[in-house]
């Protein structure tokens, strides 16, 4: 089994190490004796969403983002058929943010896809710091780190998980990113998926269902390492051990 994996526009998102996250799904397939083949589908390239089964977006400056506009209006269309059709998607700050409808910044509003019933707009307070996510979705704990001014209203949205630790979406540390379909929008940084193993999983084991159908099943990995630096940062920053 293989899976294609798009990294969408690492020449204008590429902040905080999101792109490890793209190295992180590459070789979890690898552990388990699975392909993964990655497409770097920078700014003005050609996408055939018809050919990938996941898509990693990463974040970027509030310039990059406006740089971005008119590629985006031209992909749209196709990538919103791609979500709508069980396509799997991690979408970080930047990219979480313009899978929305708008981004105001200041004066300037920033088009989004339109993807997700959400929309963000720019306060002077950045947020920054650790986060802690309780998730209905996995066993353990979400971790990861914020830095955005943004302020995201997702509405009726289903949040990514309840913050335990850190402030979110809008900064008053009640919810922290959407899951849509098989869509993952969040602004956690770190890069998210080292340190995050159910997540990686969560996202390739949908997108193999997806290719090959749905008695697919990824073997246990051990995830020792990535467990223990996981436990340790909700001990340290959460229950305070």
Same mark, same amino acid.
């Not at 190490?17 to 979890?28: A, E, H, I, T, W």
């Not at 008119?70 to 990538?79: G, K, Q, R, S, T």
């Not at 830095?147 to 009726?156: E, F, L, P």
């Given at each position: 089994m293989k899976v294609t994996i798009g990294h969408l526009y690492p020449d204008l998102f590429n902040l905080y /190490? &999101?792109?490890?996250? $793209?190295?992180? +799904? %590459?070789?979890?397939m690898a552990w388990r004796g699975l392909e993964a083949e990655v497409c770097p589908l920078c700014a003005g390239d050609e996408i055939d969403f018809g050919k990938l089964d996941i898509v990693v977006w990463g974040g970027g400056s509030d310039k990059g983002q406006?740089?971005?506009?008119?590629?985006?209006?031209?992909?749209?269309?196709?990538?919103k058929d791609y979500v709508e059709d069980g396509g799997v998607v991690l979408a970080v700050c930047g990219a979480y943010q313009l899978l929305g409808k708008y981004y105001k910044a200041d004066e300037t509003m920033i088009e989004g896809l339109g993807i997700l019933d959400?929309?963000?707009?720019?306060?002077?307070?950045?947020?920054?710091? =650790?986060?802690?996510?309780?998730?209905?979705?996995?066993?353990?704990? @979400? @971790?990861?780190?914020? =830095?955005?001014?943004?302020?995201?209203?997702?509405? &009726?949205?289903?949040? +990514?998980? %309840? $913050? +335990?630790? /850190?402030?979110?979406?809008?900064?008053?540390? /009640?919810?922290?990113?959407?899951?849509y379909r098989n869509?993952?929008?969040?602004?956690?940084? /770190?890069?998210?998926l080292p340190k995050n193993p159910e997540v990686s999983d969560w996202l390739l084991e949908r997108a193999l269902k997806r290719r090959y159908g749905e008695d697919v099943r990824l073997t246990e990995l051990s995830d020792e390492a990535e467990l223990r630096a996981n436990r340790n940062m909700v001990e340290r920053l959460v229950t305070g051990l």
């Open positions: /190490g &999101d792109s490890g996250n $793209v190295q992180c +799904l %590459k070789q979890r406006a740089l971005a506009v008119d590629y985006l209006a031209e992909i749209a269309a196709e990538f959400i929309h963000t707009e720019r306060c002077d307070e950045r947020l920054v710091g =650790n986060v802690v996510l309780d998730s209905p979705l996995f066993r353990m704990p @979400v @971790v990861g780190f914020e =830095n955005h001014a943004g302020r995201t209203i997702i509405g &009726d949205c289903t949040p +990514l998980g %309840k $913050v +335990l630790y /850190g402030r979110g979406n809008t900064g008053d540390g /009640g919810y922290e990113g959407v899951v869509v993952i929008a969040t602004y956690l940084h /770190g890069p998210l």
